[in-house]
């Protein structure tokens, strides 16, 4: 890991004590992703009501820079230019390095049919089924960690032989049970559960981002 990634986490505990129950779950999900994407996998996240606006705000700070700038690789921009000449080069003047990363709650219209025609339960299995290859990887974020849709969607996920991560609670519920890594919060109230999910995935952003394009 590197020093900037290391001092981040430091930091991180340092302000938020009460969280350094999570530092090492938070560790292995961090390692888990790195070598996801890596490999050339990518991350669907899903979650109901805060948890779903929770999902979008994950895919948000992954696909684009967060803290970092994120240039694009000289290959890339060689690329863009013999492809597209001047204008290929402002293109690419204006991208950044992105980590592929898919909320699965955006999906309003495949959502609405996969509820009408199945079952509401079904809108994340479903999907995962769709877009889930082995290798990828799987962010389920409930706060009770008892959502239906949500286990069922990691059901599918470990069925394909992807990489599941819960964002849960202090109790953990059934998601937990079922997580490859299980990240549970200390606190049983939901809105404070759902406080605590925003400072530790943003710290999971932030390592993830350290380690690709800090230089």
């Keep these: 890991m590197k020093e900037r990634t290391i001092h981040i986490v430091q930091q991180f505990l340092v302000r938020h004590p009460e969280l350094s129950v999570v530092e090492s779950p938070l560790l292995k ?22 948890s779903a606006a929770d999902a979008e705000h994950i895919v948000g700070e992954l696909m684009k820079g967060f803290l970092l700038q994120r240039p694009v690789p000289e ?89 599941t991560i819960s964002f849960t ?12 890594i299980s990240i549970r919060v200390p606190s049983d109230s939901t809105p404070e559960i759902q406080e605590f999910h925003v400072q530790v995935y943003h710290l999971l952003c932030s390592m993830i981002e350290s380690e690709y394009f800090d230089e």
């Design 29 to 50: 999900a961090s390692g888990r992703l790195i070598a996801c994407f890596t490999s050339g996998g990518k991350l669907l996240v899903c979650g109901n009501g805060g």
């Design 75 to 163: 290959e890339h921009r060689n690329q863009f230019a013999a492809a597209l000449g001047e204008e290929g080069e402002t293109l690419v003047r204006n991208l950044q390095g992105a980590l592929p990363a898919i909320s699965l709650v955006s999906q309003t219209s495949l959502a609405s049919a996969i509820a009408n025609d199945t079952s509401a339960e079904m809108i994340y299995a479903q999907q995962v089924y769709g877009y889930g290859k082995p290798g990828d990887a799987l962010i389920g974020i409930s706060t009770s960690g008892n959502a239906g849709n949500v286990i069922k969607a990691f059901q599918a996920g470990r069925a394909l032989g992807m990489q």
């Design 169 to 180: 609670g202090e109790t953990g519920g059934r998601l937990s049970e079922i997580s490859d």
